[in-house]
């Protein structure tokens, strides 16, 4: 069996060479003597706060600077974790109208109380971000709240949220400030009939049509929110497919499961132009490739069409700190900048732009300032779309094995098959395994169920690890679980499943 250990391997970050511009070898960015921080992150969201966290722990002295008054970023104030209460309280509303009876739970009626339902969103952030600022307190963090920008490689001047001014210096400044909602030409984003992430998250009301401009995770994420809520949700998108990334068999699997939750796609389409003027907002459309233009009309537009990196106003161009063509800060496989003690991670440099990348990120980052080994490989990374179902997958899909020209193979297992799914009666879904030919190592594993993003994670340790099918096959899985539909998939990579 491929066993191993990260411990045994040789300490490295792992980046792809096309993200890599600067491979010299470091040298740390020491200040004079009266610097009163080794590290000052910039930014508190996932990457920011877990390096602060991490750089205090290994025993170094550190501040960390927040423009937004409350740790946790973009993902736990106005992304990952509200999202994630809103698509639970939406879904538990979607199971009491249609799924509550057939387990013998019947009432005369089920209604939103919107309010009430924005409010426990609320307070899960709340609770969170305050959490994140006793662990500041208990790793003993500075935490200055306010809009770090650069003096130079070493000081960085902050307007504070009170209206004053502070300069904090540091002998390894670490840039953590996130992405920002990627703008559309003729699109102005007012939070209210046109809104970003953000304002679909605070909508007073539940809008009677909704369109999504943008067939990413994020679109389908608040699109299911409303959908299950009441609203009759279109989905607008430029390519021919939603979420490129994906797998295409699963892709095609999961169009389909939220066409029969009545989303609809418009699927090779742009928007051409936008009218706010009336009771609703008129969007005009045509093919990408051309043609005759059509009206949607919408109470409630959601822009979804990706992020950018946030790199705005921190005076990077005064140090001499350089971007790609996207923005991104370009770092070498320390996450050094090509300024002496200036780093960067997260989403303002190339890779996914997920919290739990960033986090990583930064854990590697500090590591390396403090002279030891980080370890990140953005190969490894999982991805989950929070849907019902909701799909996961790590490592390769079976369009980019091909590409490679790696002889592989496929074991898949459905869930109805899985006793556990059929058990509770959500059995919507699969498991695929890609493995290679010759050593039946794994090349990528997708999932498609209720609770895929929970699932997902014995198939990144087996990556991390090269493990191969056998090894997952012959691991005993508890009965019943639905984990045991992975355990079926990989044998049917290396020989047959034993349940279909």
Partial sequence: MAIGSLARRKASTILSSRYLKYSFSLSRGYASGSDENDVVVIGGGPGGYVAAIKAAQLGL??????????????CLNVGCIPSKALLHSSHMYH????????????????????????????????????????????????????????????????DTVEGGNTIVK???????????????????????????????????????????????????????????????????????????????????????????QKMKFMLKTKVVSVDTVGDSVKLTLEPAAGGEQTTLEADVVLVSAGRV???????????????????????????????????????VIP???????????????????????????YDLVPGVCYTHPEVASVGKTEEQVKALGVDYRVGKFPFLANSRAKAIDDAEGIVKVISEKGTDKIL????????????????????????????????????????????????????????M
């Fill in 351 to 377: 890779g996914p732009m997920l919290a739990h990348k960033a986090e990583e990120d930064g854990v590697a980052c500090v590591e390396f300032i403090a002279g030891k080994e980080g370890h990140v490989d």
């Fill in 61 to 74: 002295k550190t501040t960390c600077i927040e423009k937004r008054g409350t740790l946790g970023g973009t």
């Fill in 309 to 347: 990196p946030f790199t705005s106003g921190l005076g990077l161009d005064k140090i001499g700190v350089e971007t790609d063509k996207a923005g991104r800060i370009l770092v070498n496989e320390r996450f050094a900048s090509n300024v002496p003690g200036v780093y960067a991670i997260g989403d």
């Fill in 170 to 260: 540091g002998k390894n400044i670490i840039i953590a400030t996130g992405s920002d909602v990627k703008s559309l030409p003729g699109l102005t984003i007012d939070e209210k009939r046109i809104v970003s992430s953000t304002g679909a998250l605070a909508l007073t009301e539940i809008p009677k049509k909704l369109v999504v401009i943008g067939a990413g995770y994020i679109g389908l994420e608040m699109g299911s929110v409303w959908g299950r809520l009441g609203s009759e949700v279109t989905v607008v998108e430029f390519a021919s497919d939603i979420v490129p990334t994906m797998d295409g068999e699963v892709r095609k699997q999961f169009q389909r499961s939220l066409e029969k």
């Fill in 95 to 158: 199971e009491a109208q249609h799924s509550f009876a057939s387990h013998g739970v019947k009432f005369s009626s089920v209604e939103v109380d919107l309010p009430a339902m924005m409010a426990q969103k609320d307070k899960a952030v709340a609770g969170l971000t305050r959490g994140i600022e006793g662990l500041f307190k208990k790793n003993k963090v500075n935490y200055v709240k306010g809009y770090g920008k650069f003096l130079s490689p070493s000081e960085v001047s902050v």
């Fill in 444 to 499: 990528g594993v997708h999932i498609m169920s209720s609770n895929a993003g929970e699932l997902i994670h014995e198939a990144v340790l087996a990556l991390n690890y090269g493990a191969s099918s056998e090894d997952i096959a012959r691991t005993c899985h508890a009965h019943p679980t639905m984990s045991e539909a992975l355990k079926e998939a990989a044998m049917a990579t290396y020989d047959k499943a034993i349940h």
